[in-house]
C-alpha cells in the first residue's frame, strides 16, 4: 500500500530523469547531454517571461509526478505475474503469456493506457 502512495510520483523525477543526466555525464555523453539540456533551454527561454524560475520548476516537477505515477499503474497493471509461483521451465513465450495480462476493455481503460491494456497482444 505504501509503495503505490509513495513511490509512483517519485520514479520519473528521481531515477529516470535525475539518472539519466547523472548517466550522461559520468560517462562522459556529451552530444546526449547537451540534447537534454536544450530541452530546458527551450523551456525556460520560452515560459520565463511569463512565469517566474520558481514556478517553472514546480510546473517541471508536477508534470514528471504526474507522468510517473501514470506510467506505473499503466505498466503495473499488465505486468503483475498471473500464474508464476515457481519456474516451470516453459518456452519463452508460454512464460510471457503467464506472466502478463490483458485489461479490460472500456474506452476509459483504452484512453488512459493507451491502447497498453491489450499487454498480450503488445
Known amino acids: 500500500e505504501f509503495f503505490f502512495a509513495a513511490l509512483p510520483p517519485l520514479l520519473f523525477p528521481t531515477y529516470f530523469h535525475c539518472h539519466t543526466f547523472y548517466i550522461a555525464y559520468t560517462k562522459k555523453f556529451w552530444v546526449d547531454l547537451a540534447w537534454m539540456l536544450t530541452f530546458y533551454i527551450r523551456f525556460f ?17 508536477l508534470h514528471r509526478m504526474l507522468e510517473s505515477s501514470w506510467f506505473v499503474w499503466v505498466s503495473q497493471m499488465n505486468h503483475i505475474p498471473m500464474d508464476i509461483d515457481y519456474d516451470k521451465n516453459l518456452d519463452w513465450m508460454s512464460t510471457q503469456l503467464q506472466a502478463t495480462c490483458n485489461v479490460e476493455q472500456s474506452l476509459f481503460n483504452d484512453w488512459f493506457t493507451g491502447h497498453l491494456n491489450f499487454q498480450i497482444e503488445h
Request: glycine share 6%; no cysteine; proline share 0%.
Open 45 to 61: 527561454y520560452t515560459y520565463g517571461s511569463l512565469l517566474e524560475t520558481k514556478t517553472l520548476n514546480s510546473l517541471i516537477s
